[in-house]
């Protein structure tokens, strides 16, 4: 069976893999480029491991109370060099990307504090944290204030209006670095780099945390290179490498990241504590995999976004962009696209192939939400997946691929899908 053959019986129609190679031809300087970044962080990440001594005894299982638990401090250091930072807290413990966001936010805040978003509206679920939707334990019944000031029109920092929301009771800046739920773009690391020096050199002294989910190792600098003192995600995405099962990360300045560790286990505990239940192996070789798994992810999504593009679907990132981070929206603009999407990139999984994905209420999202993935950790998004609120312009975003061929597979059925339904005609 030649490889049209073998698509076939994956599903896909001659028409829509002809289409699919006719695209793939213009991107191959791309790819160069996203593989010269894979290997860069690749180098970065065995450096980070090899000086300080990564050995198998660090794959030990702790359990209880896990005082002096050295594989886990061994990878926090490991952490901490790959981030360039003075410390890191990365535990199964933190439960998501929310929950390492929370414990950041809130351990560096206090009553009367305010935090500014200088960013426009953070992630969905951040909403709830911060108090902007109200919610039980929220920054805000806990007295933390909270400013916004929204990008200009043409996606540009409103450095006027940053200015003037900077006041006394201001302590804590959070940048997203990733478009999350919104049609803004991305910001790359350097631009993140100028909005840091730039606010504190209207107030000095100011703590500045970056929301780095789905940003690690696409570029080879990262926030904490730029002078972010905390620099937060989730391991279930890109630096778990798709093995992590669980947790987060938090790295930066050792003032912030201890209180972190404080506020994450308890007053007096911090960081001595925390066992970790077998999960380090996974842990240790989904960061050294990390950048070769963040590649293929990108070539998913700059080969999504061209294949989508040219069906004259509004694509962010466009074709042509460069990338930060490894989503890609597309907008659909109607609820039943989204679903025929959905199905495709259901259709191309390794497990639950078979399944329906349905639109559903979320907690921390404020409209239904339709999500396709058929992972092996559940939930998690470096794997192959798609997800979107229902709501205008109905865009779904796009994400994942442990390799770079199941994310080529997932999106040529999706677009097969779509075919089929008459929602979008090939050229
Ligand atoms: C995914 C994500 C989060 C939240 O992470 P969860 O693991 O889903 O809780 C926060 N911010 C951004 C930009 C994200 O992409």
Redesign the pocket.
């Known amino acids: 069976m030649n490889l049209s053959d073998m698509y076939l019986s994956l599903g896909l129609s001659p028409a829509v893999y002809r289409y699919g190679e006719g695209i793939l031809e213009d991107l191959r300087a791309r790819f160069d480029t996203v593989d010269a970044v894979a290997e860069y962080n690749q180098a970065k990440v065995l450096a980070a491991m090899q000086q300080n001594r990564v050995s198998a005894a660090c794959f030990a299982a702790t359990t209880g109370y896990g005082y002096d638990d050295m594989g886990r401090d061994t990878l926090e250091k490991v952490y901490a060099d790959v981030f360039h930072t003075e410390a890191a807290l990365v535990r199964p413990q933190i439960t998501?990307?929310?929950?390492a966001?929370a414990v950041a936010l809130s351990a560096n805040l206090l009553p009367g504090d305010e935090l500014l978003s200088p960013v426009g509206a953070p992630?969905d679920?951040?909403e709830e944290v911060i108090g902007i939707r109200p919610s039980q334990c929220s920054l805000r019944e806990y007295g933390v204030g909270y400013r916004q000031v929204d990008l200009l029109p043409d996606g540009t920092f409103d450095y006027d209006g940053i200015r003037a929301a900077i006041n006394d009771h201001t302590k804590l800046v959070t940048i997203?670095r990733?478009k999350?739920y919104a049609t803004r773009p991305t910001f790359s690391v350097r631009q993140i780099g100028e909005l840091i020096a730039f606010i504190k050199s209207v107030k000095p002294g100011l703590n500045v945390m970056v929301?780095n989910?789905?940003g690690e190792f696409v570029e080879t600098m990262e926030p904490s290179d730029v002078g972010a003192d905390m620099t937060v995600g989730?391991l279930?995405?890109n630096p778990g490498g798709g093995l992590a099962p669980i947790g987060g990360y938090i790295v930066g300045r050792a003032e912030c990241v201890s209180r972190c560790a404080y506020r994450l286990s308890a007053p007096g505990l911090g960081q001595e504590v925390g066992a970790n239940l077998g999960l380090l192996p996974a842990l240790y070789q989904g960061l050294f995999l990390a950048p070769t798994v963040v590649a293929g992810a990108l070539k998913g999504a700059i080969f999504a976004a061209n294949i989508y593009e040219r069906l004259g679907f509004r694509v962010v990132p466009d074709g042509r962009e460069p990338r930060h981070d490894i989503i890609q929206a597309v907008e659909l603009g109607s609820a039943e696209a989204m679903s025929a999407f959905c199905h495709g990139i259901q259709a191309a999984a390794p497990v639950d192939s078979y399944v329906m994905p349905e639109p559903w209420a979320m907690p921390g999202y404020d409209a239904e939400v339709i999500m396709a993935a058929g992972a092996f950790v559940q939930g998690s998004?470096i794997e192959l997946s798609a997800d979107g609120p229902i709501r205008p312009p109905y865009a779904v975003y796009f994400q994942g691929g442990l390799t770079w061929y199941h994310a080529k597979l997932g999106i040529l059925l999706s677009l097969q899908k779509l075919v089929e339904k008459g929602l979008a005609t090939l050229p």
């Open positions: 998501c990307g929310t929950h966001l992630y679920t951040l997203q990733s999350g929301d989910c789905y989730s279930i995405k998004s």
